[in-house]
């Protein structure tokens, strides 16, 4: 089993930043693509940005230019970047890993962007 755990999300103003980590933890035999979701009230969840195991990234149209995705195999840890936020960034943020073992999600971590 592997575990997925976010952290650094939290309330922040317009045009702020703000840094997202998550680890992965248990039996990890080898992690291919890592990835953020978020979801915002009453929508389905959306892909942000996406990291191969070789650091090439795919991001969402939306966050083009604004989010940076980032890994560290060695930690297996995923990192994301967030700067000029805006409140259409509000969401709860997923983080997911495709190992060799299957598919596995973290507990998501609030993403707020109020004045």
């Known amino acids: 089993q592997v575990q997925l755990v976010e952290s650094g999300g939290g309330l922040v103003q317009p045009g702020g930043s703000l840094r997202l980590s998550c680890a992965a933890s248990g039996r990890i035999f080898k992690i291919y693509d890592m990835g953020w979701y978020r979801q915002a009230p009453g929508k389905q969840r959306e892909l942000v940005a996406a990291?191969?195991?070789?650091?090439?990234?795919n991001y969402a149209d939306s966050v083009k230019g604004r989010f940076t995705i980032s890994r560290d195999n060695a930690k297996n840890t995923v990192y994301l970047q967030m700067n000029s936020l805006k409140p259409e960034d509000t969401a709860v943020y997923f983080c997911?890993?495709?190992?060799?073992?299957?598919?596995?999600w973290g507990q998501g971590t609030q993403v707020t962007v109020s004045s």
């Open positions: 997911n890993a495709v190992t060799w073992g299957g598919d596995y």
């Open positions: 990291i191969t195991r070789g650091s090439s990234t």
